[in-house]
């Protein structure tokens, strides 16, 4: 029996794996306005950063008004009818910027100086990767620009915000002239591509917790019978060991007349 649980779920999990790799495949959605935010949930009011214009998002699957999406490294959500879900693959779907400090500051977690550093960055020679533009916290009188950005420090990686202020020089950031044709979003299957981007553990949590409730099913079904088969012979046993024998006759017990 046990052995037969941990056939079926090795079966399962491969299956399953084999079968949503096949399936997958990546879609990407292109920035074709500004004001388009890449949010950390469903909301508008969860904005991280104003992705730049003409570049891409790739696609998981669609959570109500909004697609989950990955710009970079960064997960998260864009509203639907703010992009525009494309055919093909483009060769740069990120805008590729970067910028240096001019005096050591630090990445906060939200854009403001009065939040979480995330991490000093007191080493002003380093390249820091940019991800998008956001409002925030108004450090001078007419600046209110804040950066949303990836510092690597030794080989650690810090994303947060960098007032804008203090930068150096952001590398231009060009416009994107990939098309392709647009497609609707019921080329996405959700529960594929929702599946295809869990962990291995997660996978065969959820596989466990389909397949065994069938097995204990499946136990309990066989059970009642084998109970029933073991108390039968027990019963023969009892009743056979109450008979005697002597020579060519039987003695029974008088408890048997």
């Known amino acids: 029996m046990i052995f037969f649980v941990f056939a079926s779920l090795f079966f399962s999990f491969c299956v399953c794996d084999v079968t949503f790799a096949e399936n997958e495949r990546?879609?990407?959605a292109k920035v074709q306005?500004?004001?388009?935010?890449?949010?950390?949930?469903?909301?508008e009011a969860s904005a991280l950063f104003e992705i730049p214009y003409s570049y891409f998002?790739?696609?998981d699957y669609v959570?109500?008004?909004y697609y989950k999406v990955s710009?970079?490294?960064?997960?998260?959500y864009v509203k639907k009818d703010k992009i525009n879900l494309m055919s093909g693959t483009p060769q740069t779907p990120y805008a590729n910027a970067t910028y240096k400090l001019f005096v050591p500051y630090a990445i906060y977690q939200s854009p403001s100086q009065n939040s979480t550093k995330v991490v000093d960055l007191t080493d002003t020679t380093i390249t820091i990767d940019y991800y998008g533009t956001i409002s925030g916290q108004q450090v001078m009188s007419d600046n209110n620009v804040w950066y949303y950005s990836c510092a690597t420090v030794g080989e650690q990686k810090y994303y947060g915000y960098v007032f804008s202020g203090v930068t150096d020089y952001l590398s231009p950031i060009n416009v994107n002239s990939e098309i392709f044709d647009e497609i609707s979003d019921?080329?996405?299957?959700?529960?594929?591509?929702e599946f295809a981007s869990l962990s291995t553990g997660t996978k065969i949590m959820?596989?466990?917790s389909i397949s065994v409730p069938s097995v204990l099913i499946l136990?309990?079904?066989?059970?009642?019978?084998?109970?029933m088969q073991i108390s039968k012979n027990k019963k023969q046993v009892k009743k056979e060991s109450k008979k005697i024998r002597h020579g060519d006759y039987f003695e029974f017990d008088e408890s048997d007349l």
């Open 26 to 28: 990546i879609f990407y």
């Open 33 to 43: 306005g500004t004001g388009v935010n890449l949010c950390s949930t469903p909301s």
């Open 57 to 59: 998002v790739q696609v």
């Open 63 to 65: 959570v109500d008004d």
């Open 71 to 76: 710009y970079k490294d960064v997960e998260g």
């Open 186 to 193: 019921d080329m996405l299957d959700s529960s594929a591509t």
């Open 206 to 208: 959820l596989i466990v």
């Open 219 to 227: 136990y309990f079904l066989i059970k009642p019978s084998k109970i």
